[in-house]
């Protein structure tokens, strides 16, 4: 592209002494963009969600490795189940809870591929954690992104196997009584316990900070897929403003004062230094 | 030159697999069909290179097949009947997305955890839907070990020729028996990829989505609409059916699969008692031999469907049949085979003494 101006055009210069040539606006001074792999198409998710900025840091991933070509994605059930509309890659639509399955199928006839599954808590960690613990325990070489915000958004806020205690959904209206349900399902420590499993992480994304460690851990679970180890989950920590009834600010510091507080953060398990290379 | 081998059916059926090129198979052990799964672990890998995934259940089964039928390649499950039910969601699924792919159900009695021995209970569940929604699985019937050959190779062919899962439905008989089969020779597995195949999206191409969503109410109808178009082109071009004695015949059995090989005994037995009766084999349960059945039905004076349920495929036999000449039925279930002088027996007093 050359030094061709991005945004400013000529005509809105009002200070004619500037001289164009020293723009700064050029390509080679770029330090963000939206990543080429993540489509023009708005995203239906609502506003503060967490799902929109996990999208962009895949995206931005598949794009920085150059995969984009070699990636297929496998979308959920759940809010997500649009997911194979914004990022530009192969995609396959699993059923509720299927898609490590599905993943699997895909892996195995594929095995060079950059293969992911992207789930929701529900359909990865109640309908369908069978598949997810039987896709660890065989060590697919596959990605599972798992987003976790505690509650089913798509089917308008009921309590999902992640709810925490007390906490309050369309279901457990109360909120959670562990006795009568039992407690929230930690399936990342769960995980990290088969030998399948290579690398194990738990990550946020209501903060640049956070963001910028998600994405770090997302591109060392789609790198490990080259060494043919084992089965790589990140769960991300996430949101839902419109089913907790709060505005995304608020969301975001409740999820801090109590999502983390039980979904503590940093890796669950991280392959040997001497394996990783 | 011929190659000819006495074996078990369910182990023909595994190696027919292997030499239509099969690129994957994915499945879970339940009796009488575990033997697909074991022949195909021992052997295929090593001769073809093929897949042989042991799952967890059916489900994660049928949802693997979806993940690599999705990539275009030639993949397969088997089961029986409990663990067909279980697939039911996935199954719709596929047919929805359009996926080729080979089903195989040995079935065994029903329902619930019912019997292990053979049973022909499963007919409604595959031709009339099993799963939600409006689709069709194209459905062959072989009725010896030697058409369960064939049928695994043309199952492949007509899967992708219609991009629809081919369902392969026969019964325990079958699947435990042991005959003598002519196989074809080793095809090649697939190297050139469909067009809508997820194998990672080059530049010069649409991303392509395996999906069975439409969220709005017209792309949904408009996508029945095209699944309901090619399910009546597959009425035209795909019927298959297998006539015995029937030109001159007065009377005649219907019956598919194991109970049609049955029904040509008891049919000779007939004839030597004196009356004419031939025997009208469906092979294809969907595309369904609607026609061909009513054509005889304007000839003849009345049909005995016989069926190893209480009566299933015998609903299609009496739409065919639209009221021109009676229909009968005798079924046995639970395992039970029904013999020759039975169908006869049955004959006599159901159509003849009437």
Redesign the interface.
């Known amino acids: 592209m050359g030094n061709e101006r991005l945004y400013l055009q000529e005509e809105l210069y009002t200070d004619d002494h500037l001289h164009h040539e020293d723009d700064i606006c050029v390509r080679e001074n770029i330090v963000y963009q939206k990543p080429s792999v993540l489509l023009d198409n708005p995203f239906h998710y609502c506003p503060g969600c967490g799902h929109s900025t996990v999208h962009k840091l895949i995206a931005e991933v598949i794009e920085e490795m150059g995969i ?5 994605g ?2 959920p059930v759940g809010c997500a ?1 649009f997911a ?1 509309n914004y990022l ?8 509720h809870g ?1 898609a490590s ?6 892996k ?3 095995p060079d ?1 950059f293969v992911f599954s992207y789930q929701g808590d529900g359909d990865l960690a109640a309908i369908g954690t ?2 997810t613990i ?1 896709t660890c325990n065989r060590g697919e070489n596959i990605t599972i992104i798992f987003i976790n915000n505690g509650i089913y958004g798509m089917t308008g806020g009921q309590m999902a196997p992640t709810t925490l205690p007390g906490m309050k959904s369309t279901t457990s209206p109360e909120g959670r009584d562990v006795n009568f349900v039992g407690y929230p399902l930690k399936i990342s420590e769960l995980v990290a316990q088969l030998p399948g499993t290579y690398y194990v992480t738990r990550q946020a994304v209501f903060s640049p900070n956070h963001v910028r460690k998600a994405k770090k851990a997302i591109r060392n679970a789609f790198e490990y897929q080259k060494l043919n180890k084992g089965t790589c989950l990140v769960e991300i920590v996430s949101n839902c403003p419109s089913n907790w009834k709060m505005t995304p600010t608020e969301s975001n510091m409740w999820l801090q004062d109590n999502m983390l507080k039980f979904y503590q953060l940093g890796d669950i398990k991280v392959p040997k230094k001497e394996e990783a290379k | 030159m011929k190659e000819l081998k006495l074996m078990k059916g369910n182990e023909a059926i595994a190696e027919a697999a292997i030499r239509s090129g099969c690129d994957a198979y994915f499945g879970y052990p339940i009796t009488p069909q575990s033997e697909i799964l074991e022949y195909l672990a021992t052997y295929a890998n090593k001769r073809t290179g093929m897949v042989v995934l042991q799952a967890e259940s059916e489900i994660a089964s049928i949802n693997m097949v979806y993940g690599a039928a999705g990539c275009g390649k030639r993949v397969m499950t088997s089961s029986s009947s409990p663990g067909i039910s279980l697939m039911q969601e996935g199954i719709s699924y596929i047919a929805c997305a359009e996926l080729p792919c080979l089903l195989v159900n040995v079935m065994r009695g029903g329902p619930g955890l019912g019997t292990i021995q053979p049973s022909q209970g499963d007919y409604f569940q595959t031709v009339k839907g099993g799963g939600h929604g409006d689709y069709k699985l194209i459905t062959l019937a072989p009725s010896t070990i030697q058409e369960a050959v064939d049928f695994v190779k043309l199952a492949f062919e007509l899967a992708f020729k219609w991009r629809n899962p081919v369902m392969l439905l026969l019964d325990g008989a079958i699947g435990q028996m042991m005959e003598k089969v002519e196989l074809f020779p080793q095809q090649e597995r697939i190297t050139e990829y469909e067009p809508w195949a997820t194998t990672g999206k080059p530049k010069n191409r649409e991303r392509n989505i395996i999906t069975s969503l439409h969220m709005h109410p017209e792309d949904m109808e408009k996508t029945n609409i095209h699944l309901q178009n090619k399910y009546r082109q597959i009425e035209k071009e795909e019927v298959r059916y297998e006539t015995y004695m029937c030109d001159d015949a007065e009377y005649i059995f219907t019956g598919f699969g194991l109970v049609a090989r049955i029904a040509k005994k008891a049919a000779e037995i007939a004839r030597n008692k004196g009356y004419k009766v031939g025997v009208f084999r469906p092979i294809t349960l969907f595309p369904f031999p609607y026609e061909q059945i009513n054509n005889y039905a304007k000839k003849i004076k009345g049909i005995l469907d016989i069926e190893m349920n209480v009566g299933q495929m015998l609903e299609d036999v009496k739409l065919a049949v639209n009221g021109l000449v009676p229909v009968e039925f005798h079924g046995r279930t639970g395992g039970m085979i029904p013999t020759p002088e039975e169908i006869v027996e049955k004959f006599e007093e159901k159509i003849i003494r009437k």
Request: net charge negative.
């Open positions: 984009q070509e070699q990636t297929i496998v979308a189940v194979y530009d890659i192969d995609w396959s639509e699993a059923a299927r399955a599905v993943a699997t199928g895909i195995r006839v594929f591929k069978g598949e039987h």
